[in-house]
């Protein structure tokens, strides 16, 4: 009854069997590694470094993708291990020379992920590489025989990733996008349909619509696990993340065409035409992402947006004193709809590896697209050189960390020192709760583990027996012990530990005495590095990277609204609302890997992300549709927009005051109606001899409406709603 309970309690945390398979593929390479170098070759190094090369790569390696994936990065990243093993082999002559490499190489390898954070994790395996080899013996001799041994682990666990038992393939972002646009497409099918006869019934509009936001939903970068989310900083991951917020803003707008709709309903057939065909190009774009897609035709597109475009500045009234601001609104609406579907086809078209036409007119937001992936990767990391990035503060931390244990263990003249860094790699967390969190665990198991290992040992003293028990041991704690806690897992693995060195020189029961010293001087090494260098970690950077965020997108706002009415392009403003969309998409990806404030929990960090695209992508469309200066000569329109753009920017900077250091903020500023706006606008008609000068302020003033819209989603709700709303 015992083990069928425990049976099922594995079951219950591993349904589809992915960690045991996961151990099942890492048992049997191990074993057959270790028991062909130890007893085979009979080389005990060729052994140790096969064995941990096997558990660095299988275990401590969170590799993104399926499994041919996961095994082609393996076998890539062996030129990086050599040259991590040849230099800690060459260094361990000095415990100061190989504290002073680990001091270099910790922070190299861990700003490394920079540039892919959903590799961040490769990072911890490439460091137990150079670990290993940074402590004594001194023996450069031995150096092909652990690149021989290393390199035999991680080719047979690349193949065995691939041959035995490969877990089956998740919903990649890719489909998640394909099936959203799927939804969104069939949504704006309806909305077309309300339009060509608003007097029939829709009800299936609002099932569409319910549909299509929760397809969306399932976008957000919160929901999407780490191995699969694309938040590198290549050109097609930045393109699929354009691609989720572009949506994002197609729904809304389609929202607002149906709720700006004139008093009196009347058909309109070419808003209707239009909205079909962004329909079809949402719909096609979306597959597009799926393997072997062929990518998006923009022609009908372009053409359908060309024909609006022709038609939008004289409206339907010929007269020229009461121009048909209902009209007026309605296209604005539509068109801006259709500039963020062309936005998202672009970005799959990005997204699956096509280049960009030298003549495409929304080059602005995919500049990145043209360039070489090495400078994507360099302004990454010029990026995050800064003190707001939370990359930098992890990776000086795990740095200093590792360093300060490799004097310790050497200084004190440990006889297996290395565990005293592994402790400190286990313990050490981005924030000090997180690192406090893990220690408890972490000195428990090890000493249950310690006492059961010290106890067999002394009992038995043949090697052999532990040669047997070393794949159940291997089974127990990379399976059993990750499926039932940390401190089963750190208690098996100390067992594990104990079988492995039984093997490779007979310490008896003392074995266990140093894994448990070292294992508590490494733990309170990363305990006290934690809270001494950027305690608060992630969750308090991305309070100020955010609000500097959302500061810049204010900025963008009104400078574009000042370019409109005669005032300089606002490409730098443009340009610093990119610079800080790193920090803050850096920033917002460790911060889901902590434990989150109560505070934190209030903020809609995805809404948050979203409003720098929203900002730039709606600010080139408008400017390409309004040249600048269009408006310079109009006064009233003149103060009527720098009067909305002041209050909108406002706003941005209440709400990023609020975010960086939680005050209550102001009232958002109320997206105005089509009614509102004909209000505003009517008292405006009368002065000006061009329709196209009404239109111009119309879609201004539209744009900056529908910024007000997505910055009441980003507003905090109120405290007694936090628990519920699960976005952060």
Known sequence: MLGTSLLGRLRRRDPGDAVLRRAARLTLVASLVFYACRYGAGNPVLATYGLFGTVAAGSFAQLPGPARQRARILITSLPVVWALITVGTLLAWSTWAAAGGMLVIGFVVAFAGVGNPRLVGLGSAFQLFYILASFPPYQPGTLPQRLGGVTLAIVLLAVAEVVLWPDPVPVSYRQRLTDAADGVAAFLNATSDALADPHGGHGGRETHRERAYGAVAGLALSRTPAAWAPIAA????????????????????????????????????????????????????????????????????????????????????????????????????????????????????????????????????????????????????????????????????????????????????????????????????????????????????????????????????????????????????????????????????????????????????????????????????????????????????????????????????????????????????????????????????????????????????????????????????????????????????????????????????????????GRPSGPVPTPPGCVDELDRIRPLLGEVDSRSSVRHLVEADRWLASLADGLARIHPPAPDSADRDGKA
């Open 234 to 661: 290549g050109a097609r991951d930045r393109a699929l993340r354009i691609c989720a917020s572009a949506l994002r803003e197609v729904l809304a707008e389609a929202d607002r065409l149906a709720t700006d709709g004139p008093p009196v309903l009347s058909p309109d057939l070419a808003a209707a035409r239009l909205l079909r065909s962004c329909a079809d190009t949402t719909r096609v774009a979306g597959r597009s992402l799926s393997p072997g897609g062929p990518p998006v035709d923009l022609g009908d597109l372009d053409a359908a947006i060309g024909r609006a475009e022709v038609a939008y500045p004289a409206g339907q009234d010929g007269g020229r004193d009461v121009p048909d601001v209902f009209r007026l609104c309605r296209d604005a609406t539509a068109l801006a709809l259709a500039d963020q579907v062309r936005v998202f086809a672009v970005g799959t078209r990005v997204a699956s590896g096509s280049r960009l036409d030298d003549g495409d007119t929304y080059s602005g937001l995919f500049e990145y697209a043209r360039r070489s992936p090495w400078t994507l990767y360099w302004r990454q990391f010029r990026a995050h050189l800064a003190p707001r990035s939370e990359h930098l503060h992890s990776s000086l931390r795990l740095a200093v960390a590792l360093a300060i244990a490799r004097v310790a263990a050497g200084v004190l003249q440990l006889t297996h020192g290395f565990w005293v860094l592994l402790a400190t790699l286990t313990v050490l967390r981005t924030s000090a709760a997180d690192t406090r969190t893990a220690l408890r665990p972490a000195v428990l198991g090890t000493i249950a583990g310690a006492v059961v290992s010290g106890l067999l040992m002394f009992v038995i003293d043949e090697p052999i027996v532990y040669a047997v028990a070393l794949p159940f041991a291997l089974m127990l704690a990379f399976g059993v012990g990750r499926l039932l806690g940390p401190v089963w897992q750190q208690a098996l693995f100390t067992l594990l530990l104990t079988f492995v060195f039984a093997q490779l020189g007979p310490k008896g029961w003392r074995l266990a005495e140093a894994r448990l010293v070292d294992v508590v001087l490494g733990a309170v090494i990363g305990v006290l590095v934690g809270v001494a260098m950027w305690p608060r970690g992630a969750s308090h950077d991305l309070r100020p990277n955010a609000a500097r965020y959302l500061a810049a997108s204010g900025d963008a706002v009104e400078q574009t609204v000042q370019a409109l009415l005669g005032g300089p392009p606002p490409d730098r403003a443009f340009h610093r609302v990119g610079q800080r969309m790193i920090l803050v998409d850096s920033s917002h990806c460790q911060y889901h890997s902590e434990r989150h404030d109560p505070s934190s929990r209030r903020v809609d960090w995805d809404a948050v992300l979203g409003a720098g695209h929203h900002v730039m992508s709606g600010a080139e469309s408008l400017l390409r549709r309004n040249p600048p200066g269009c408006l310079a000569g109009w006064p009233p329109a003149t103060a009527l927009l720098r009067e909305s753009a002041g209050e909108l920017r406002s706003a941005y900077d209440d709400l990023a005051d609020h975010v960086e250091h």
